[in-house]
């Protein structure tokens, strides 16, 4: 190589605080527009080659040639991008070797007249058992300070032939002082090298093992994080001068920020602040880091304080609950008169409501109506199928995957402490609930309680008073008894034909066409369509089917006005087969024919009523009582009762003793494999038992319902609304009803309650006159009409 | 300065893993078929004169340079992504294929290197 070959004139950019070594890249961020000058020329030329001189003193902000060491590095520039802010980003990549001979200014950078000085390539004994004992150093030194990297140091020092690229690599993770770092850079043979770094190693070892000695005297917490915090510093101060911000360092600048403007409560800030330190500590590879980082972020999220401004307004409601939903004034009725409360008192404790009813009835939307009419926000969540207790309170911090409850997670969604809180299905809470379901969820009901709910994820307590909470059900029997205890239940119950018709008209309607987009110009559903959609297309207590339907007729007329076409879509009731396929439904006929032995009944089920035929048989040659059609516990007792009423009274009936002596009888109820449970049946049990003995039908237009006793009493029945509808479906127009259940007939709809023959009892032997024809001849006692 | 080696280690590896020569490596894909192989090297914007190809038992590489002629006098770089220089990128061809005979040639912006089994 001649002299000439190794001089050269490239652009200068000088460095503060590091030193880039050959063979190593080195991220840079460029701000100083003189430096910025020299990369644009370095980039114009066809090697992208920049030399990189370290300053001797950090403060000096314009160098000149005596402010530089004299001994840089080519480099490459591999990549390079400008911030917003017009910082240059770039990774260089040192090449060589050189020393400055010269500095001067070229438009507005610097440029350097530099000369290669490799080092020499100097091998031997000595360089050889230097190279070992840097070697041996080295590793010590990780396995001192950071035991689980040893195995990946050991791969990587070894893996490189050349001691000087060693030993450069050394001095870059080390982090020496730059006048170390610049001594290696000028180390001018292998050997001056390697005995720097040995000196340098050493010194290491030495004070690593000082240390770690007193570490291991005094093994306290506080010494470890303080160590880890410490290193954190350090290393934040490295990318600091590199001018980078590590995304981590970002994030947690952004929580910090957070924590400082949030408004929390002191207890609670106190601890935010606790988690932020531990997680600042932390690398984000740590497992840690991002427990602790939910976590905050959880912290932060919470409505703490926050709350929305609550309008109660009882004129303005009762409008919002009346747009709302078509009649239940009852329930809408109890929930102004509690708004009322409210509005004077805002420190009144909220009663907890249940509404119990059939699906589709309106809970849940009058629910979201409610959050309206107080102004307050609406979440809801179900219960339902719920199998631990955690889900709803949370795990602990320290289980894998820890999460926090689904009361707090739901609060966190509303962004505020205020809401109304809907808990759907309190009545299928799962059986297998790990925990008691009943006192967990008493502790989040409770008024007196749930001002300091805790939460385990969150493990601080969270006010829960301010909640109005409101559960859901469909049936009232399986709620978990202490809890119906604490809430107050309100009804919805099914709906008649008629109302289905009024609602859908007024409301369902409306809603869905202004869902698809359409104008009552565009879209109408004539009356005997829509009455034919209610009764052959569904078959249900609430409004679920209908709306569902009714949608599906909705954008049908979209597509069609989305096809292009204009004219007005008019659905008639010839239209439906085509728009919502076969009927599905026929409308329940009352039997026709009604042999000895069969009784109609009436069923409520969570879906609403049904009308049930109990059937009996003789089973001559056999004894007793055979029960079959999955029928529940109390159904099965009451089957028995009405057997034994009957064989008690058989003179009374006319019953011949000896013709049945030898005969048992098989009690069936059809319907599917419904289950079928509840004493309500026991009146239809007793006169399908009466009719078979005396070979007499029961009226076929009567259907009946009622608990009886052993001494021939009726008792009163649930869920008279839906059993009278579903007779009505069916087509049965008289009922037999226990006198008791007479104040429940005012549920009842105008049209349906004139429409309909009730006839109220007291004692069994009225019920089977009233369904006997025969029997009442020979009581001679004229039923109440 | 207590702490240095700890400090350092956290970051040990990433910096260390980027300890590497100036050159680069171009991405390659290898096709196959009976007698024969094609090498797909992604070499946009460089000059047919400025790569070579050579075949040395059954080991193939292809090196050379990419520049960056400026698009136009007093463009200045905002950034920079494309990797320029000395590349150089080696394979080692399936069995059978040691002194078979190589061509190549560019296509839109892509060189393909086709190895054949010298047929005798
Ligand atoms: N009285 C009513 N007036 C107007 N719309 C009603 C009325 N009752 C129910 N609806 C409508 O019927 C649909 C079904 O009601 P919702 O979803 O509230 O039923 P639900 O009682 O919560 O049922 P589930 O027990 O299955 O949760 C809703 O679109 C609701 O707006
Ligand atoms: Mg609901």
Redesign the interface.
């Known amino acids: 190589m001649s002299e000439q070959d190794e001089i050269r004139t490239v652009p200068l950019l000088p460095i503060k605080n590091t030193v880039l070594f050959p ?3 080195l991220p840079l961020s460029i701000g100083r527009p003189s430096s910025a000058a020299a990369v ?1 020329q370095a ?2 030329g ?3 080659q920049i030399v990189i001189v370290t300053q001797r003193d950090v403060s000096v902000d314009d160098p000149r040639q005596k402010d530089l060491f004299t001994v840089g590095t080519i480099a ?7 911030r917003p802010d017009g910082v240059i980003e770039m990774v260089v ?1 040192g ?1 060589e070797r050189v020393t400055i001979v010269k500095v001067e200014e070229k438009s507005g950078a610097l440029q350097a007249t530099v000369r290669k000085v490799p080092a020499a390539n100097d091998g031997g004994a000595e360089v050889e058992a230097l190279l070992r004992a840097v070697l041996d150093l080295a590793q010590q ?2 396995a ?3 035991p689980q ?1 040893t195995a ?2 050991a791969r ?1 020092m070894l893996g ?1 032939d050349d001691p000087l ?1 060693l030993v450069y ?1 050394l001095g ?6 730059v006048e170390k770092e610049q001594a290696l850079l000028e180390a001018s043979t292998r050997l001056d090298a390697l005995r720097l770094m040995h000196t340098y190693l050493s010194h ?1 070892v030495q ?2 093992e000082l ?1 770690n000695k007193i570490a291991s005297e005094a093994e306290t917490e506080i010494g470890k994080e303080q ?1 880890e915090y ?2 954190r510093q ?2 934040r101060a ?1 990318q600091q001068e590199l001018g980078e911000q590590s995304p981590d360092q970002a994030e947690s600048q952004l929580l910090q920020d957070r924590l400082a403007q949030a408004d929390l409560p002191d207890e609670v800030r106190k601890e935010g602040e606790r988690e932020l330190k531990r997680l600042q500590k932390l ?1 984000p590879a740590a497992p840690d880091y991002h427990v602790i980082r939910s976590y905050l972020e959880l912290v932060l999220d919470l409505p703490w304080r926050k709350r929305s401004e609550e309008t109660i307004e009882i004129a303005r409601a009762r409008k919002v609950l009346d747009d709302d939903h078509y009649d239940l004034k009852e329930v809408k009725e109890r929930i102004l008169e509690q708004l009322g409360v409210l509005k004077m008192n805002p420190q009144a404790k909220a009663p907890i409501l249940c509404f119990v009813g059939p699906p589709g009835t309106g809970k849940t939307s009058l629910g979201q109506s409610i959050a309206r009419a107080m102004g307050r926000k609406f979440e809801r969540m179900s219960l339902g199928g719920l199998h631990d207790e955690a889900e709803l309170r949370g795990h602990r911090r320290t289980y894998i995957g820890a999460m926090p409850g689904r009361i707090i997670e739901a609060i966190r969604k509303c962004g505020v402490n205020n809401p109304l809180l809907m808990l759907d299905e309190v009545d299928k809470l799962g059986q297998d609930f790990r925990g008691d379901p009943a006192s967990a969820l008493l502790e989040i009901l409770d008024p007196e309680q749930n001002k300091n709910f805790h939460d385990n994820y969150l493990d601080l307590s969270f006010d829960l008073s301010k909640v109005f909470f409101i559960t859901t059900a469909n049936n009232f029997d399986t709620i978990p008894r202490p809890l119906l205890d604490r809430m107050e239940v309100l009804t919805l119950s099914g709906y008649s034909e008629e109302e289905k018709t009024e609602i859908a008209r007024r409301y369902l309607i409306p809603r869905q066409m202004s869902e698809s987009g359409l104008t009552s110009a565009q879209f109408v559903i004539a009356p005997e369509a829509l009455r034919r959609v209610i009764e052959r297309y569904t078959r249900e207590a609430g409004l679920r089917q209908l709306e569902r339907g009714i949608g599906r007729l909705a954008h049908k007329a979209a597509l069609h006005f989305a096809e292009g076409k204009t004219e007005p879509v008019a659905v008639g009731a010839d239209d439906l087969a085509e728009m919502l396929g076969p009927e599905r439904f026929f409308l329940e006929q009352a039997r026709n024919e009604m042999s000895p032995g069969v009784a109609t009944g009436l069923a409520w089920t969570e879906t609403g009523g049904d009308v049930l035929y109990v059937e009996a048989a003789l089973l001559p040659e056999s004894r007793g009582l055979t029960l079959t059609g999955h029928l529940g516990e109390v159904m099965q007792e009451s089957a028995r009762a009405a057997h034994s009423y009957i064989w008690s009274h058989c003179d009374e009936l006319g019953i011949s003793r000896s013709q049945f002596r030898k005969a048992g009888v098989h009690i069936h109820v059809p319907a599917g494999a419904i289950p079928k449970d509840g004493p309500s049946a026991g009146v239809t049990m007793a006169s399908a038992l009466a009719s078979l003995y005396t070979e007499h039908p029961t009226r076929r237009d009567t259907a009946m319902t009622g608990e009886i006793t052993l001494t021939g009493l009726v008792l009163p029945i649930g869920g008279v609304k839906e059993k009278v509808l579903a007779a009505r479906r069916a087509g049965l127009r008289r009922i037999i009803l226990p006198k008791e259940n007479q104040k429940d007939l005012r549920e009842l709809p105008d049209e349906v309650r004139s429409e309909m023959e009730f006839v109220f009892v007291e004692r069994v032997k009225d019920v089977l006159a009233a369904a006997i024809p025969e029997i009442a001849k020979q009581f001679q006692v004229v039923p109440a009409a | 300065m207590r702490d240095k080696v700890q400090r350092t280690s956290i970051f040990f590896l990433s910096r260390a893993s980027d300890f590497r020569e100036n050159v680069w490596a171009p991405e390659v894909d290898v096709y196959r078929r009976a007698g024969g192989c094609l090498v797909k090297c992604a070499l946009a914007g460089v000059r047919p004169e400025d790569v070579a190809v050579s075949l040395e038992g059954s080991k193939l590489t292809i090196c050379g340079i990419r520049r960056d002629p400026m698009v136009e006098e007093g463009w200045e770089h905002d950034s920079m992504e494309i990797p320029y220089g000395r590349f150089e990128r080696s394979l080692t061809l399936p069995d059978g294929l040691q002194g078979a005979r190589i061509t190549a040639h560019y296509r839109d912006g892509m060189l393909l290197v086709r190895v054949r089994e010298e047929s005798r």
């Open positions: 063979h190593l890249l644009a980039m114009a066809e090697e992208k490459v520039i591999k990549k390079m991008g400008r990549h090449i030194a990780i001192l300070a950071q990297a990946e140091m990587l490189h690229k690599l870059s993770v080390l982090n020496l002082e290491e004070v690593l240390r160590r410490l290193l350090q290393m490295i690398p």
